[in-house]
């Protein structure tokens, strides 16, 4: 076995292999110092938390204590390979600062307590609510971190029992637009696509979407078709040069916020060569006219002078897309946290549609997820939508879910759209949300406009639960912190990306008294006394287990069906694919194969709404539309981002990510390989910019929006010019090797806008107009990995180059041959030639 540096080489030793091919097996380790393999007591099952791959591993256990991880070899998803955060971020679980009592808070201080104070604390004010207000003053705000059990269990208690509307994750700020970009193409949440169309494509499109830091495992299954024999053609849109970017045929980049005007040009492109699907599209879809009456109007050159990328390159890419053979599209947040989010997002679907690429092997979208349980957020209907993805303007549906949970019709809300999470906010801030439950999710650094947010946190007349593993931003606000158990300390299920289901099984004890989420809502829907119509109580399951059952009849029959799937057979092998079935007992690959999609007005799961207003589409409306439930192609104008550069705040600021951490990095900033390679805030200028303003290297800037300002070192890096990034994972709380609280703020979130997308209700935070100046100069480099997007522009020494410390060293065992058999479906190079 090899042993290399994975923060220096994050996605490992290549494994080349062939279009059509299987992907080789690489099998990723990484153990605590002074243990091996042999030393292990017991591997136990599970798959990634920090991201949404759902990269498949085991966890080491020694002496009750996770000591490490293992990729695992027989699954589908990552054939063994693990990540960097993967690799490293286990740590964070044995972090000595873990939340281990429930606190109380007593004289304006959080003081420890036990169980029954504070659950008693919860309980009896959401009990006088109810009775002063109603179910309309409690609101459950979630996250895309917990397990389908949770969630469904979560759901059933906010929906079935306290019968609130208020309820949301922390995926509307995540995936609400891939969920949303679904729905108003296919009728319904799902991705059509598969990993293994990585494997058989021929033109990989990115659309906003830095694979390479975010999903480090698929960027490494991409970047072995791309050191094969045949590889795919890459398309990249994405305004810095991002590794996908370097690895590109046609990288684009265009100005924030003008991804529709670039999407209507490629389609424009596109359909006046006449690269359709006449036969597909006539016997699939509805709304292909109005595409290109629309489109019709985006000639490359008027995109290029809104977009800045110039016409001929979008014309070359539309002529790649237009010759694919095999076409995968992917889309994240630089189209979902954009300006148009939504209706950006389905002009990629309009491209596989029209060009009839869905449910063939090489031909998927995947509307990517990001955090690794959102998909299950969705589904189990903790986040705004009806469990099972029922349809909450279809009253069928609605009694349907009602028989489910043996309730009233009539108590499940559904009187109008579920309220959205930016909403929610606005309720609190006017004081008709009285009690708001956080769980697994930051909000006081990952909410746009921080000062605003935690105006609204901070109030005496809102009471805030906070559940967590950590003291964090956001629980240092609360009234009442409940700590949680996470990852490795109790078990449940969840649903990645590619629809696969993996289970991942409790390990070790959590600390103290913390207990599993699931116990919680549990423990609280029995105190509540929630009932069904008979005076049974409502929640009739107590172990993940029997909670995955009840979650199990609530999907039979819907697009989400897990009734084929058993946590026995989720052990052993590979993660399963729903739906899974009597129909399709080992899942499905790809779904759409027979252009069969799950938009039947009967069955779908919304009617859809206008992509620029945002207004629900009538159902009498969609019947007339789309009554046999074809795939409805559904165009749209451009419009600008609301906040547009001025005199006064003449750049667009962007925020987003590195590889070495996840999110507001409770988890990341406490190991210490993924800490020390990116110790602290940044920003991305670029080499002209840089001149403008007077920057050099590593000089102190302060950047500021009409918000706020924060203080960052500048990295002068391949970002498009008149943009600045600013990665969003550093708050302003003491974490080990962080920053003290000391009020020059460094969250990217102080600076972000309150705006959000109409349809998908996606907070907007990749475009803002911003201003940049010099605090003072400085003495080295900024603090930014030199291995990813943020990398130097130019060239720069090799001791500048990133390195793990030296417990980064990393197991990687390599299997089989590296070429890999073609299985007669993959491309020849003859496709190439036609181009
Ligand atoms: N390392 C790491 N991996 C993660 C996470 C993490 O925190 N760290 N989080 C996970 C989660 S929850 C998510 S949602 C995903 C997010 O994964 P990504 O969406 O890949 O990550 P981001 O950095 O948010 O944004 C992607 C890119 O959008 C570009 N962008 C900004 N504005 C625009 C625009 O107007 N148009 C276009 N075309 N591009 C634009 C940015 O330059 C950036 O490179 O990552 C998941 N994986
Ligand atoms: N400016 C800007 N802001 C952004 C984004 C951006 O690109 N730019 N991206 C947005 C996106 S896509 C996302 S997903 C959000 C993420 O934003 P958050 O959800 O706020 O980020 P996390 O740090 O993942 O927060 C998860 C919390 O759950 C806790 N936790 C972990 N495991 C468990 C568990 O098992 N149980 C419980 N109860 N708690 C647990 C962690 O300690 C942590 O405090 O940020 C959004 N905000
Ligand atoms: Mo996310």
């Not at 393999?37 to 591997?43: G, H, I, K, L, T």
């Not at 694919?324 to 491209?351: C, D, H, K, M, P």
Request: with cysteine; charged share 25%.
């Amino acid at each position: 076995m090899g042993r290399i540096d994975r923060i220096a080489e994050p996605w490992g030793t290549r494994t080349p292999y062939r279009g059509g091919g299987t992907w080789p097996v690489r099998v990723d380790t990484h153990l605590a110092e002074g243990v091996d393999a042999e030393s292990v007591d017991r591997w136990v099952q599970t798959a990634s938390i920090l991201h949404s791959n759902g990269d498949a591993m085991d966890i080491a256990v020694k002496d009750n204590r996770i000591v490490g991880v293992r990729g695992r070899a027989s699954d589908r998803v990552n054939h063994g390979r693990l990540g960097p955060k993967d690799l490293y971020g286990w740590q964070a679980n044995a972090s000595p600062d873990r939340l281990t009592r429930p606190l109380i808070r007593e004289g304006g201080k959080l003081v420890e307590t036990d169980w029954e104070t504070a659950m008693d604390r919860v309980v009896s004010r959401s009990k006088a609510l109810l009775a002063e207000q109603g179910p309309s003053a409690l609101g459950f705000y979630t996250t895309g971190q917990l397990f389908a059990e949770e969630y469904y269990t979560l759901g059933t208690i906010a929906h079935g029992g306290i019968g609130t509307n208020h309820v949301d994750g922390n995926t509307r700020l995540c995936t609400a637009t891939a969920a949303e970009a679904l729905k108003e193409s296919f009728g319904c949440d799902g991705q059509p696509g598969s990993y293994t169309d990585v494997d058989h494509a021929d033109v990989i499109a990115l659309y906003g979407h830095n694979v390479a830091e975010t999903q480090t495992v698929l960027w490494t299954r991409m970047l072995d078709r791309l050191a094969g024999p045949n590889p795919p053609k890459i398309i990249c849109v994405d305004p810095r040069l991002t590794e996908v970017a370097r690895a590109a045929t046609v990288h684009l980049a265009p100005r924030p916020g003008t991804n529709v005007a670039l999407m209507n040009a490629i389609l424009h492109h596109i359909i006046a060569n006449g690269w359709v699907d006449g036969d597909y599209i006539q016997a699939h879809t509805v709304g292909y006219q109005d595409l290109e009456k629309e489109v019709a109007k985006y000639a490359p050159a008027l995109a290029a002078e809104i977009t800045g990328v110039p016409a001929a390159k979008i014309e070359e890419a539309a002529r790649i897309l237009g010759h694919a053979e095999r076409l995968l599209s992917t889309v994240l947040q630089g189209f979902y946290q954009s300006n148009q989010g939504t209706a950006a997002a389905v002009q990629v679907n309009n491209i596989n549609i029209i060009r009839g690429m869905l449910g063939k092997p090489g031909c998927g979208i995947l509307q990517m997820n990001g955090q690794p349980t959102a998909e299950n957020t969705r589904e189990c209907g903790a986040d705004g939508d009806l469990a099972a993805f029922r349809n909450w303007s279809n009253d069928a549906h609605i009694k349907d879910l009602a028989r489910v949970w043996n309730v009233d019709p009539m108590s499940i809300p559904h009187y109008s759209p579920p309220t959205h999470l930016m909403q929610m906010m606005r309720y609190a801030e006017d004081g008709s949300i009285r009690l708001l439950w956080v769980s697994g999710t930051n909000p006081a650094v990952s909410l746009p406009e921080l000062r605003r947010i935690r105006s609204i946190l901070e109030q005496d007349r809102l009471f805030l639960v906070v559940q967590d593993i950590f003291l964090t931003e956001t629980a240092q606000l609360a009234d009442v912190v409940l700590p949680a158990a996470t990852w490795g300390e109790k078990t449940g299920t969840f649903t990645n990306v590619d629809r696969t289901v993996h289970l991942s099984e409790k390990a070790v004890d959590p600390p103290g008294e913390a207990r599993p989420d699931l116990d919680i809502f549990i423990d609280y829907a029995h105190r509540m006394g929630l009932k069904d119509k008979d005076g049974e109580p409502l929640i009739k399951w107590d172990s993940p287990e029997s909670a995955f059952e009840a979650w199990k009849e609530c999907t039979r029959g819907r697009p989400c069906d897990y009734t084929g799937i058993t946590y026995g057979k989720l052990l052993g092998g590979s993660g399963i694919q729903w739906p899974c079935n009597e129909e399709n007992p080992d899942g499905t690959e790809r779904i759409y194969a027979d252009g069969k999609f799950w938009a039947h007005p009967d069955y779908c799961e919304t009617y859809g709404r206008d992509l620029i207003t945002g207004a629900p589409v009538d159902p009498t409306e969609y019947k007339a539309l789309n009554p046999e439930g074809r795939a409805l192609i559904k165009a749209a104008e451009y419009v600008p981002p609301h906040e547009l550069p001025s005199k006064e705040f003449p750049l667009q600021l962007i925020t987003g990510r590195t590889l070495f951490h996840f999110h507001t990095r409770t988890k990341t900033a406490r190991a210490p390989e993924l800490q020390a390679a990116a110790p602290d805030v940044w920003v991305e200028l670029s080499a002209h910019d840089a001149g403008t303003y007077g920057f050099a290297e590593g000089d102190l800037a302060e950047v500021a929006t009409p918000r706020g300002s924060v203080q960052a070192k500048v990295r002068i890096g391949g970002i498009r010019g008149g943009v600045v990034f600013l990665p969003f994972h550093y708050g302003y709380w003491d974490t080990p090797g962080g920053h003290e609280p000391d009020g020059a703020g460094r969250a990217a979130n102080e600076l972000t806008i309150t705006d959000w997308d109409a349809a998908s209700k996606q907070p907007i935070f990749k475009t803002a107009a911003a201003r940049i100046s010099k605090v003072r100069s400085g003495d080295g480099p900024a603090p930014a990995p030199t291995n990813t997007a943020s990398a130097p522009a130019g060239d720069f020494p090799a001791e500048a180059r990133t390195r793990g410390i030296p417990s980064a060293l990393a197991g990687e065992e390599i299997s089989g041959d590296s070429t890999g058999p073609a299985d007669g479906n993959g491309g020849t190079d003859e496709g190439e030639a036609s181009l």
